[in-house]
């Protein structure tokens, strides 16, 4: 069966680090996001692909960056963590195009920054 | 940006109980979802709904876009039907992204 995967499921890390977290989808989807989760806020999105070599800030993309150098993947990087970033980080994908667009999560990474 | 609220922010249901979810928006839209996210955090979608009505077993949705609301029923609630229950729509010309609202958060006692 086609799924998305995220790894870590969990990580605490250190102020100033370099963080990467993998979203891995095998459903051949053209469409991959990346939303954090925050008391309060609901889901917000981070940055988003349309298609390989496409990335696109969202509404919380400060501090992040994303590269996606073919179908299946969209790597996220904390590129010196901070504080305010601690949050649960969602990956999802859709197929795009006309017709329904539904969105597909993965479970989440739980992000811890010390 | 399009505004998303949902109401009530908080529900508690005993058992066996109907509920009805509501979803604002402020704005067009070509794409509206429901999403239940469970105790343990995973995220479902429920229904692909930008108009109309459509059922799921106990769940049912209906999006009236002109009105610009939606409303997810819950029949016979269950103890598992216990979670964070988000609207999310995708603005027309959004081109595939989704604006969440901030959820709803159902207890469902035994």
């Known amino acids: 069966d086609a799924e998305i995967t995220q790894s870590p499921r969990h990580k605490i890390t250190e102020t100033g680090r370099q963080v990467t977290l993998a979203c891995h989808q095998t459903?051949?989807?053209?469409?991959m996001f990346w939303y954090r989760q925050d008391l309060g806020h609901g889901l917000r999105l981070i940055h988003y692909?349309?298609?390989?070599?496409?990335?696109n800030k969202g509404e919380v993309s400060d501090g992040y960056s994303v590269s996606r150098s073919n179908t299946e993947d969209l790597p996220l990087t904390l590129e010196s963590a901070a504080s305010s970033q601690t949050s649960v980080y969602f990956c999802?994908?859709?197929?795009?195009?006309?017709?329904?667009?539904?969105?597909?999560f993965g479970p989440g990474t739980r992000l811890t920054v010390l | 940006g399009i505004q998303v609220e949902q109401s009530p922010p908080d529900l508690i249901l005993q058992e066996g109980a109907n509920s009805t979810l509501r979803c604002n928006f402020s704005?067009?839209?070509?794409?509206l979802q429901w999403f239940h996210q469970n105790p343990w955090g995973q995220l479902i979608n429920l229904f692909y709904?930008?108009?109309g009505t459509k059922q799921n077993g106990r769940l049912s949705a209906t999006t009236v876009a002109t009105e610009r609301y939606s409303l997810l029923y819950i029949s016979s609630s269950q103890t598992t039907d216990s979670g964070v229950y988000f609207c999310?729509?995708?603005?027309?010309?959004?081109?595939?992204?989704?604006?969440f609202g901030k959820g709803i958060t159902l207890s469902v006692r035994p």
């Open positions: 999802a994908s859709s197929e795009g195009g006309a017709g329904t667009d539904t969105q597909y």
């Open positions: 459903w051949n989807h053209n469409n």
């Open positions: 692909s349309y298609g390989v070599q496409d990335t």
């Open positions: 704005d067009s839209v070509n794409n």
């Open positions: 709904i930008p108009s």
């Open positions: 999310a729509v995708e603005r027309s010309g959004a081109n595939s992204k989704l604006t």
